[in-house]
């Protein structure tokens, strides 16, 4: 039943260490977002898809990354992990603009 | 930006009263997402408001629009244990090219004691 997942749940880096979080979904929509989400704050709209097209928010650090290789699939790559980067990680999908977004459970991710 | 705001920040009420959240924001919007956030866990989508609607109910939910003060309210009635959580409103902005984005505010936390 699960429609939107999250691998891991939670992931420890050590600090400068590239790591993934990847997200896949069985809803079939066209749009994938990212947010990052520190402690008591508002998500963060890091970047998104709509289909291939990518749309990265302009304070988005360059150390963020993202690959949609198809349509159910979509990874964030931090290239070297800060402290400051220890966050919730959320992935979410809409079937096309400015419709509900489907949040999957998060990567919460520790950086050592 | 047109990131909205909540208010209160933080809510503590007995299980059976009502709780109220406010949501404002800057510019004008084409919808409006409500979305409740348990601790440590991912964002559940509760109603979206589209500007030309005024009221919308879902279960004990209840939202308002009012798009001239540029503010909606979220109402949950005979509220639970179970509604404790973070609760979010989403403004998109329909002046940016992109209206892929949406805009969460800082939240308001719940707390229904039992």
């Known amino acids: 039943d699960a429609m939107v997942i999250q691998n891991p749940r939670y992931q420890v880096t050590q600090f400068g260490k590239p790591v993934t979080l990847s997200c896949s979904q069985t809803l079939n929509h066209n749009v994938m977002y990212w947010y990052q989400q520190k402690s008591s704050q508002a998500p963060k709209l890091l970047f998104h898809y709509y289909d291939k097209d990518f749309n990265n928010e302009a304070d988005t650090p360059d150390n963020f990354q993202s690959r949609r290789p198809n349509t159910s699939f979509c990874f964030l790559d931090i290239r070297s992990p800060g402290l400051g980067d220890a966050a919730m990680y959320l992935c979410?999908?809409?079937?096309?603009?400015?419709?509900?977004?489907?949040f999957g459970p998060g990567t919460r991710l520790l950086v050592l | 930006s047109q990131q909205g705001e909540e208010d209160p920040q933080a809510l503590s009420i007995q299980e059976g009263e009502n709780a109220t959240m406010n949501c404002s924001y800057k510019t004008s919007i084409n919808n409006l997402q409500w979305y409740r956030q348990n601790s440590g866990r991912g964002l559940v989508h509760l109603i979206l408001?589209?500007?030309?609607?005024r009221e919308k109910h879902s279960g004990r939910l209840r939202v308002t629009l009012d798009t001239s003060k540029k503010s909606s309210s979220l109402l949950i009635t005979a509220s639970r244990a179970a509604d404790t959580a973070s609760y979010f409103c989403a403004t998109d902005d329909p002046l940016q090219y992109n209206f892929n984005k949406f805009y969460f505010g800082s939240g308001t936390k719940l707390n229904v004691k039992p």
């Open positions: 979410a999908t809409s079937l096309s603009v400015q419709e509900t977004q489907y």
């Open positions: 408001i589209r500007s030309n609607e």
